[in-house]
């Protein structure tokens, strides 16, 4: 099992690099659900701490950024990292047409859920799968039991709940002439508080509480994830190194998450 880190800059990865084993880096321009997002020659920066590297490009790709998406990836390919983060198959379709190299981790968020879809998309060429956050541990185990395909799981860390393209936020700040300056917001709901992203990539909403699974075990699987978002710097080191400065909160991992529609009779 290694540690992998969603980092939140540069100066955090270099602070932590002997705590883990690889970064998660989102691609400007090309990813969502991160606060922070980091350029092609960031990436290079981060080559020079000799760690894994996954690049996250895990938004809906519409067909006027197909062009810039082929162009990253190319830049990609000739960096020679570990593995590339993806929602949109279109990743995968120009993988296949310019005959790239770089490993895929399929990673359709609320989709990742059983073993058998993930074996449909690593016979089609993914090496690793990230899986959902809204499964059980033993759905995670079984899905461990029954496919070969390297495997994420995220730890620790903010869950994404929601993402929308439109800007719900800032539009709504604009319609009542309220200061609409990006930056972190919160919803309040039910004596709950949801951290809410509002950037050029659109809107996404984050659980109202801190996943802490790291008293289980997840030995078999290939990388446990830890996010950094929302996190103090230093809170996170102390987490990477073991230490248990926040309550344990196992969020979906023993608790079924079964929706029904509700009827108005």
């Known amino acids: 099992m290694k540690k992998a880190a969603i980092i939140n ?46 690049v996250s490009i895990n938004k809906n790709i519409h067909n006027s950024e197909l062009e810039f998406l082929e162009s990253v990836l190319l830049e990609i390919e000739a960096l020679n990292i570990t593995g590339i983060i993806f929602y949109d198959i279109g990743v995968l379709n120009i993988k296949k047409r310019l005959s790239l190299k770089t490993p895929l981790v399929w990673a359709q968020e609320h989709l990742t859920t059983n073993y058998v879809t993930i074996n449909y998309w690593q016979d089609k060429g993914c090496e690793y799968a990230y899986l959902s956050s809204e499964i059980t541990k033993e759905e ?14 995220l730890v620790f860390g903010h869950i994404p ?3 929308s393209r439109r800007h719900l936020i800032d539009n709504y700040k604009n319609y009542f002439s309220l200061d609409s300056s990006k930056g972190r917001n919160t919803l309040h709901k039910e004596d709950k ?6 950037k050029k990539e659109g809107t996404s909403v984050f659980s109202d509480y801190i ?15 830890y996010n950094s978002y929302l996190i103090d710097d230093n809170d996170f080191l102390s987490v990477l190194k073991g230490k ?19 009827r108005n009779d």
């Open 161 to 163: 709940m929601f993402t």
């Open 9 to 54: 800059s540069i100066k955090q990865a270099t602070d932590i690099k002997d705590l883990v084993s690889a970064f998660i880096v989102p691609v400007e321009g090309l990813s969502s659900n991160y606060e922070v997002s980091f350029s092609i020659d960031d990436i290079k920066k981060l080559k020079s701490l000799d760690k894994e590297i996954f």
């Open 140 to 153: 995670m185990d079984e899905i461990r039991e029954k496919t070969s395909s390297k495997l994420f799981v």
């Open 244 to 262: 248990n400065v926040f309550p344990y909160e196992h969020g979906f991992l023993y608790q079924e998450t079964i929706y029904k529609v509700k």
């Open 211 to 225: 996943l802490n699974a790291t008293d289980l075990d997840f030995s078999s699987f290939d990388y446990t994830v």
């Open 193 to 198: 508080k949801y951290p809410i992203i509002d």
